[in-house]
């Protein structure tokens, strides 16, 4: 019982939400003041929580395979 309870398994899940975040980024997010939608590379402060998804994804990715390796 012990062994089940130090398992993880969120990792696939946080990749996964990780990427999808990352990929909305280049996504029209809201209409602008014309009839253009932004997405949020055109306004930068909204850059870092796709930022930070890309990087949560990539260490998720790092350690799923790295257990897969060890295991």
């Not at 012990?2 to 999808?20: C, D, K, N, S, Y």
């Not at 996504?27 to 402060?45: E, F, I, N």
């Amino acid at each position: 019982m012990g062994e089940l309870a130090g398992t993880r398994r969120h990792r696939p899940v946080l990749g996964t939400a990780g990427i999808l975040l990352f990929v909305c980024m280049f996504l029209p997010a809201m209409k602008g003041c014309g009839t253009t939608p932004l997405s949020p590379l055109d306004v930068p402060p909204f850059l870092p929580p796709y930022l930070f998804g890309l990087v949560l994804a990539v260490i998720a990715a790092t350690r799923s395979s790295r257990a897969l390796i060890a295991g």
